[in-house]
């Protein structure tokens, strides 16, 4: 006997109304890609389960790659059984055994399939019986136990299981539209591009790139955050802009202060027409309500002044030390903190306008026509689909 199956539990998709099967689906969908390196796997649901098939493949290692995708609230190494009582007595009895560190145990019953012949409460106490009689070193305690062995008699088979893993929660990547990542290298935004995916959104990112003020390390440090990202989604199209000539025309001809408010309203911009040729309907950024000048309420009152696009900002209220704990729990922050600029970083006011005004930026704007400029700069992008199978180095797909 061994764990053949992983069960799979839904959390918040159970919560869902008439469309929840799209849900399902769509986890259905992303579990499978995830598990393309393992042909023999495969992926089964029933009425509000689902279940991974091993068929002899080592569960670990696929355990290891389901939990972090997003829409699964827990999930179980499984013994499937026969509806027959012997049968799932041996099942509870390896199921038990083979977990780790256990002096305490209690049984669970979950009798779906009630044409089942033994009730669920009676069913928990033969099988605590038989349990404690064929090991000398347990006992029960149903109110603390270290292990829980749940039985869930269904219509097809029983399964038992003895072990609980934590999922990565949230909704199924795909599931809430699509948005656009503002990724500029630093610690936020992958941050950001993280929370938004949890919520079901998927992503492509939108890279602004100035070289030779930005070198190609700064490109790659990018590169390898989108490798990040993708590995909790099917796959992460990048759109790296050519940013530099763009760029330094706003800094020559708008004063100093107002420079950087300028510069972001124009990555909006830019933004926004790839989100339109891309059928993107929102943008996302890593902005944090205080953190820098640019990130102020009237900052970000005249910045959002060019787009009426949705702009989801993951990360508004959140401390910056909470910001660094999600990096690091996603192994993003190691990445992030390579010391190589990018655009942002570079042409920095020496004090920057905390409080633009929109009819001072708009001034200074309608003194120098930037749509050549714009436009040059969306000719020349570069397209990067990144998957957690495909290598950041060898991605791309060419010109926008």
């Known amino acids: 006997m ?116 033994v009730r669920s409460q009676e069913l928990n106490q033969i099988l605590g019986g038989h349990l404690l009689s064929h090991t000398d070193s347990y006992t029960v305690d149903v109110h603390n136990p270290d292990v829980e062995v749940k039985v869930e008699i269904r219509q097809e088979a029983t399964y ?61 440090k990018v590169l390898d955050l989108t490798e990040k990202l993708a590995s909790f989604g099917p796959s992460i199209k990048i759109h790296i802009v050519p940013f530099t000539k763009l760029q330094q025309k706003i800094f ?48 970000m009152n005249t910045i959002n002044e060019v787009t009426n696009y949705p702009i989801i900002r993951p990360l508004i209220t959140m401390d910056k030390d909470e910001i660094i704990e999600i990096s690091k729990n996603i192994d993003t922050f190691d990445i992030s903190i390579r010391p190589y600029e990018d655009c942002c970083t570079i042409f920095v006011p020496k004090a920057p306008k905390t409080k633009p005004k929109r009819d001072r930026v708009n001034y200074f704007e309608s003194k120098f026509d930037y749509e050549e400029l714009i436009q040059e700069a969306i000719d020349g992008i570069e397209v990067v689909r990144i998957t957690d199978k495909k290598k950041a180095e060898d991605a791309f797909e060419g010109l926008f």
Do not use: C, W
């Open 160 to 220: 038992i299981t003895s072990s609980v893993v934590r999922g990565a929660g949230g909704l199924p990547v795909g599931t809430s539209g699509k948005t656009l990542l503002l990724l500029s290298g630093g610690i936020d935004s992958p941050v950001a591009g993280y929370l938004a995916m949890k919520r079901g959104v998927e992503i492509e990112a939108i890279h602004f790139h100035s070289p030779p003020f930005t070198s190609e390390r700064a490109k790659q």
């Open 2 to 117: 061994e764990f053949d199956h992983i069960l799979i539990r839904y959390g918040e998709l159970a919560l869902k109304g008439k469309n929840r099967k799209l849900f399902v689906e769509k986890l259905q969908q992303n579990i499978r890609h995830k598990l393309m390196d393992y042909p023999e796997v495969k992926v089964k649901r029933t009425q509000g389960r689902m279940f991974i098939l091993l068929n002899g493949e080592d569960p670990q290692p696929i355990m290891e790659k389901v939990k972090h995708i997003f829409g699964i609230h827990s999930l179980s190494l499984a013994i499937k059984v026969e509806n027959e009582l012997e049968s799932i007595k041996e099942a509870a009895l390896y199921a038990l055994t083979n977990a780790e560190e256990v002096k305490k145990f209690k049984v669970t019953v979950k009798r779906i399939n009630k044409g089942f012949p």
């Open 252 to 299: 020559q001809e708008t004063p100093d202060g107002y420079g950087m408010t300028v510069m972001r309203r124009m990555m909006l911009r830019i933004s926004e027409r790839v989100s339109q040729k891309e059928g993107i309907l929102s943008m996302t950024t890593g902005e944090n309500l205080g953190q820098v000048a640019s990130q102020t309420m009237t900052s």
